[in-house]
Nanobody, 123 residues
Framework: QVQLVESGGGLVQAGGSLSLSCTAS????????MAWFRQAPGKEREFAAA????????YYADPVKGRFTISRDNAKNTVYLQMNSLKPEDTAVYYC????????????????WGQGTQVTVSS
């Protein structure tokens, strides 16, 4: 099992920045990739960004490409999401996810989830 704990959400004005963190514990040696998803009110959860735990390669959804950056610190078992140029439509609960199955980063199947952290962008 892998446990995930997110932090760093909050309220920010449009155009501002926020950084999210997610720390993994448990059987982290079996983690192949980690990702961030988000779910806005009344909408389905959607993929935002993913990172290969081994080589650091990344993959982004089009709505966040060029504005968000995912990174990881293997020593701390932590993945980050730096969010710049935030828009009101980025308002959502952001979830960290991990998987212990080797799949391409464009695949959005994950089997471990955090509890989520709220990000609110005011206009």
């Amino acid at each position: 099992q892998v446990q995930l704990v997110e932090s760093g959400g909050g309220l920010v004005q449009a155009g501002g920045s926020l950084s999210l963190s997610c720390t993994a514990s448990g059987r982290t040696f079996r983690v192949y990739a980690m990702a961030w998803f988000r779910q806005a009110p009344g909408k389905e959860r959607e993929f935002a960004a993913a990172i290969n735990w081994s080589d650091g390669s990344t993959y982004y959804a089009d709505p966040v490409k060029g504005r968000f950056t995912i990174s990881r610190d293997n020593a701390k078992n932590t993945v980050y999401l730096q969010m710049n140029s935030l828009k009101p439509e980025d308002t959502a609960v952001y979830y960290c996810a991990a998987r212990n199955v080797f799949l391409g980063l464009s695949r959005t199947t994950y089997n471990y989830w955090g509890q989520g952290t709220q990000v609110t962008v005011s206009s």
